[in-house]
T-cell receptor, first 113, second 116 residues
């Protein structure tokens, strides 16, 4: 079946540090890949996505590249801010036409000033 | 845009009792999803609706669970004869049909169920 594996958290970084959150997936065919973010006191929201191999999704300074050969979709940001403190979820979808997503376990990120 | 709202935000109940959660999606969204999130896990898909039609149910949704969306607006998720294993955060999300397949879901903050 489909599955998503994320690096264990929590992750604590200093402001302006480089961020990588690893995500690998198992799925047949060509899933779409997503990163969702949950800020404190809010619902999950879509951060970025990629729908085919070698696509790069980007938003708010975050990037992730769909790597078919390594089945990975690592999230990166060059310089994190305190406001990036949140829980980040990697997810995939094998269904075209709906939002039935398979999520990873989430990685809690804390940025200290 | 008032966002997706869920009620109640937290429910504590005794094993064997019935509970019902309500979700109000964003007003123009015709698709509505329920997910469940247990401690330390990511959200897991339960079921989804397009307007009032329930299009798919996960095998996770046992016979004790029932979801409805009677007029294609708000939805309810009822759990009968609750068990301790039902303790989780129940998440509702909505989307519009024209963006289907893009992963663009709008989530509520969830309803946390604690079964004693």
């Amino acid at each position: 079946g489909n599955s998503v594996t994320q690096m264990e958290g929590p992750v604590t970084l200093s402001e302006e540090a480089f961020l990588t959150i690893n995500c690998t997936y198992t799925a047949t065919g060509y899933p779409s890949l997503f990163w969702y973010v949950q800020y404190p006191g809010e619902g999950l929201q879509l951060l970025l996505k990629a729908t085919k191999a070698d696509d790069k999704g980007s938003n708010k300074g975050f990037e992730a590249t769909y790597r078919k050969e390594t089945t990975s979709f690592h999230l990166e940001k060059g310089s994190v801010q305190v406001s990036d403190s949140a829980v980040y979820f990697c997810a995939l979808s094998r269904d075209f036409g709906n939002e039935k997503l398979t999520f990873g376990t989430g990685t809690r990120l804390t940025i200290i000033p | 845009d008032t966002g997706v709202s869920q009620d109640p935000r937290h429910k504590i109940t005794k094993r064997g009792q019935n509970v019902t959660f309500r979700c109000d999606p964003i007003s123009e969204h015709n698709r509505l999803y329920w997910y469940r999130q247990t401690l330390g896990q990511g959200p897991e898909f339960l079921t989804y609706f397009q307007n009032e039609a329930q299009l798919e149910k996960s095998r996770l949704l046992s016979d004790r669970f029932s979801a409805e969306r009677p007029k294609g607006s708000f939805s309810t998720l009822e759990i009968q004869r609750t068990e301790q294993g039902d303790s989780a955060m129940y998440l509702c999300a909505s989307s519009v049909l024209r963006t289907s397949g893009t992963g663009k879901l709008f989530f509520g903050e969830g309803s946390r169920l604690t079964v004693l």
